[in-house]
């Protein structure tokens, strides 16, 4: 089997549930004992926390210990610091280069990233830039931050101008798309080459988190996909979030290089990303499939829990049906 790490494993039970029935050995790192990832892969391990320096080599341990042939970090929070010091891990690691996550990871340079690709993205300044003449409403959103957080709708200038003196955030100011939005759940091999994308529509989300979506077979969606995949280019997933506003324009708000939080969605939809991964992790350079995913299937997410107790060596352990119960 091959050994997959997967990095600040948190809540994402889907991912390694998928790899692991694709034939991968899931080995989870957190730096948190109830992260419930964790009790859902072959093997478990505590790290530090990402940004103390011993965060890397922890990870290039678990590499070492289970003979790992991939790193897939699974969240925002620690790409930055794994993309930067990827050398030091001892495997290959499923992220575009580093330019490409700095560059993702701030939404204006992403921003200006797309204009130079020629790829539509809505008009978007810095809060010292900005023009006297503003469509409204517009947005002020964090530069930097995942789901959804420290974004602001503003309906005129004065609102406009409380949100920028109070944001505790780095901010830029986005003219607010009002058209259907969609998300690309793209894959990339280790070259570049988009191997699939797959739209899918965005019916209900909490958190900046798709709860309820459906996959969409539209030519014009998986093209966008793989031009923008390709122009960045990306390295393994990523999630591109996009608006079909009026006019027809498709225009590109964010790319998240991991998978998205609607990962069974894809799978479910025959994307096979998982295998992809392992043979790219042994070396194999699969053929493209873009647009070869079945249209029509509707996620709707619910919410599951993992029970833990204490073990007899200490660690937390998943419940065991037969622990005897403790008398009153």
């Known amino acids: 089997m091959t050994a997959v790490l997967f990095t600040c494993v948190g809540m994402r039970v889907d991912t390694v549930t998928a790899f692991r029935e694709a034939g991968a050995s899931a080995i989870g790192a957190d730096a948190s004992p109830y992260a419930p990832a964790l009790y859902h892969c072959d093997h478990q391990a505590l790290v530090p926390l990402k940004d103390q320096p011993d965060y890397i080599p922890a990870l290039r341990e678990l590499v070492e ?17 794994v993309s930067a010091r990827r050398d030091g891990l001892g495997a290959p690691v499923l992220l575009p280069d580093d330019d490409v996550v700095q560059t993702t990871a701030d939404k204006y340079l992403a ?15 810095l809060p010292g830039e900005l023009p006297d003449e503003l469509r ?19 309906h005129d200038r004065e609102e406009l101008d409380f949100f920028l003196s109070t944001t505790p955030v780095d901010s830029m100011v986005q003219t607010c798309c009002t058209g ?59 999630t591109i979030q996009c608006f079909r506003e009026p006019d027809g324009s498709l225009q590109i708000t964010d790319v998240n290089p991991r998978f998205g939080g609607a990962f069974p969605l894809p799978t479910a939809a025959g994307s096979r990303y998982p295998e992809y991964a392992i043979a790219l992790a042994n070396g194999e350079r699969p053929e493209p499939r873009v647009g070869e995913f079945r249209p029509g299937v509707v996620m709707t997410r619910f919410w599951s829990e993992v029970c833990l107790t204490t073990s007899d060596e200490g660690p937390l352990e998943p419940l065991r049906e037969d622990l005897p119960v403790a008398e009153a």
């Not at 210990?65 to 930055?80: C, E, G, M, N």
């Not at 921003?111 to 300044?125: K, M, N, R, V």
């Open 136 to 154: 409204f409403p517009v947005l002020v959103k964090a530069r930097v931050g995942f789901g959804s957080r420290n974004i602001y709708r503003a």
């Open 65 to 81: 210990a289970h003979d790992v042939r991939l790193v897939v970090p699974l969240t925002d929070i620690d790409q930055a610091v």
């Open 180 to 238: 259907e939005e969609f998300s690309i759940d793209a894959f990339c091999d280790l070259d570049g080459r988009c191997l699939n994308a797959i739209p899918r529509t965005m019916i209900e989300s909490k958190g900046g988190e798709s709860i309820k979506g459906m996959t969409v077979y539209d030519a014009e969606l998986i093209e966008l996909g793989r031009r923008v995949a390709e122009a960045l280019p990306l390295k393994g997933p990523g």
């Open 111 to 125: 921003h200006l990233a797309f204009e130079e690709q020629g790829i539509d993205s809505p008009p978007t300044w």
